[in-house]
């Protein structure tokens, strides 16, 4: 997302944005696309298994990115499907850990053509993760029942979170409270008889 200023200094973002590699290894690049004053770019790519989705976030960052290390696994218990998530949010490089060399080797040395107090100033990073049930989070905060964790330039950070989601269909999960609806119902009848009988 570029702010106001700068969607303002940065004319033909279009034609001069080169995101045909990012294509070519299926992700979808959308924008970018006014938003008020704002200018966004979105690319997303999306995954089948939980195992699939460390290998598109690693797509994502790259072999030397600031954030790496993710693996999101499901497991099962008796009632409940228990899924677990760990990463790490390395900006210990500063603001070099988003560029590559070869991009360094078109922009003058640096990943943005800015140094590194200026890149800096302007970029920062965020992880958002939305798992199903309750989320247990180390670090982070939730936000729209996303949990979120907000990068530090200079500084290093594990990502971790856990969840529960019941395991059974819907349907038998309904059945089972509406059973449940129905016991206590009973218990109170019979409560309530035995009452009036010894009344």
């Known amino acids: ?46 995954f089948r298994t939980p195992a699939e989705a460390g290998k598109v976030l690693d797509e994502g960052s790259g072999p030397d990115g600031p954030v790496g290390g993710f693996t999101l696994k499901r497991e099962r218990r008796p009632l409940w499907w228990a899924w677990t998530f760990e990463g790490d949010l390395d900006l210990r490089g500063g603001i070099e850990r988003f560029g590559d060399a070869e991009l360094r080797s078109h922009l003058e040395g640096t990943s943005f053509g800015l140094d590194a107090a200026q890149a800096q100033d302007l970029f920062g ?37 856990s969840s529960r989601d019941l395991a059974v269909p819907r349907e038998v999960a309904g059945g089972v409270a509406v059973l449940a609806l129905a016991g206590l119902v009973v218990l109170w009848f019979r409560l309530s008889r035995t009452r009036r009988a010894s009344g």
């Not at 979808?28 to 704002?38: F, I």
């Not at 989320?135 to 950070?157: C, I, L, Y």
């Open 1 to 46: 997302t570029l702010d106001e200023e700068a969607t303002a200094s940065t004319p033909n973002l279009s034609s001069r944005l080169r995101v045909d590699d990012l294509r070519a290894t299926g992700w979808t690049v959308v924008g970018p696309t006014r938003a008020g004053a704002r200018t966004v770019l979105r690319a997303t790519k999306g």
């Open 125 to 161: 990073l965020q992880v958002a993760l939305r798992l199903p049930g309750r989320v247990e989070r180390k670090g982070a905060e939730m936000v729209d029942g996303r949990a979120v964790w907000t990068g530090r330039f200079g500084e290093s950070m594990p990502l971790m979170a």
